[in-house]
């Protein structure tokens, strides 16, 4: 079993920046690739972006590229996500996932471990 909390949503204008965090405690989490993906109201869950177990590779969707950045800490059990230059189409509520193995992916029925979620909204 794996836990992950997920922390550091909030309210954000255009423009501007928010650090969001992913603690997990449970098995060993440098065993485990890790994602982002978000949900917004009336839409599907959507990979944002992932990292490979050593934190060596990391993936984007087209949306955020270039905006968005994940990074994680084996020894802190974290993996992050800064994300800047949001914008409105970006609210919606952030999960952080694990998967088994070190390779990312974008489907979120290959994770097996789910976050309950953090929100983000962005205003206009």
């Known amino acids: 079993q794996v836990q992950l909390v997920e922390s550091g949503g909030g309210l954000v204008q255009a423009g501007g920046s928010l650090r969001l965090s992913c603690a997990a405690s449970?098995?060993?989490?440098?065993?485990?690739?890790m994602g982002w993906f978000r949900q917004a109201p009336g839409k599907e869950r959507e990979f944002v972006g992932g990292i490979s177990s050593g934190g060596g590779t990391s993936y984007y969707a087209d949306s955020v590229k270039g905006r968005f950045t994940i990074s994680r800490d084996n020894a802190e059990n974290t993996v992050y996500v800064q994300m800047n230059s949001l914008k409105p189409e970006d609210t919606a509520v952030y999960y952080c996932a694990a998967k088994i193995s070190g390779i990312v992916a974008r489907e979120p029925w290959q994770y097996g471990y789910w976050g309950q979620g953090t929100q983000v909204t962005v205003s206009s």
């Open positions: 449970g098995r060993t989490f440098s065993n485990y690739a």
